[in-house]
């Protein structure tokens, strides 16, 4: 059995619903399976900031749904490849990720190629034959100013975030 705890917005639309079931079993404390508490808990303080936003898993999906709503979709996955990337331990997994990032959001021509200055785009070129683990973060610091400045404000006044709001609110 499935809880849904989208509003009506995700319901309209069947290829994000999915995202936004999960299996309803619950701990003694009455927590979602997949999320430490519940999703809804953190919805209000989203409105504080765009870290707010992308700390919580539940966030993040909601401000991708509105950044692919947008067409802009490559930043959050871009910006969240860019934080798992900072975790990788091995060189071969470093090396075999990094390609990954750069032929997927980076080169020209990438299939989710980002926003960023020839100049940045150049030097990660320039570098990625010879990978760190600060290799992407002058591209992943602009593409957080960007969600930060442009996207952020949208979404905060979106159908998607003030959904989430009343169903918070009507909880």
């Known amino acids: 059995m499935y809880d849904y705890w989208a509003f009506t917005y995700f319901n309209r639309q069947p290829h994000t619903a999915a995202m936004w079931k ?12 997949c999320f430490p508490k519940d999703p809804l808990d953190d ?5 504080e900031s765009v870290d707010k936003v992308l700390s919580c898993k539940a966030g993040q999906i909601a401000f991708r749904e509105f950044l692919k709503s947008e067409y802009s ?4 996955l871009f ?3 860019c934080e798992e ?13 990094a390609n990954r990032i750069y032929s997927e959001f980076v080169q020209t021509e990438a299939p989710r190629q980002i926003n960023i200055d020839c100049t940045t ?3 990660i070129t320039k570098n990625i034959s010879q990978p760190t683990l600060t290799s992407f973060d002058t ?6 100013s960007l969600m930060a400045r442009d996207c952020y404000p949208r979404f905060l006044k979106s159908d998607i975030y003030q959904g989430l709001l009343r169903k ?4």
């Open 22 to 33: 999960t299996p309803r079993s619950f701990s003694l404390t009455g927590r979602f399976c």
């Open 43 to 47: 919805v209000e303080n989203w409105s």
């Open 73 to 76: 979709e490559e930043n959050i």
């Open 79 to 81: 910006w969240l490849a």
């Open 85 to 97: 990337y900072k975790k990788i331990k091995t060189v071969p997994e470093m090396i075999s990720s």
């Open 121 to 123: 785009r150049e030097n």
């Open 139 to 144: 591209a992943q610091k602009l593409i957080y």
């Open 168 to 171: 918070a609110d009507s909880r």
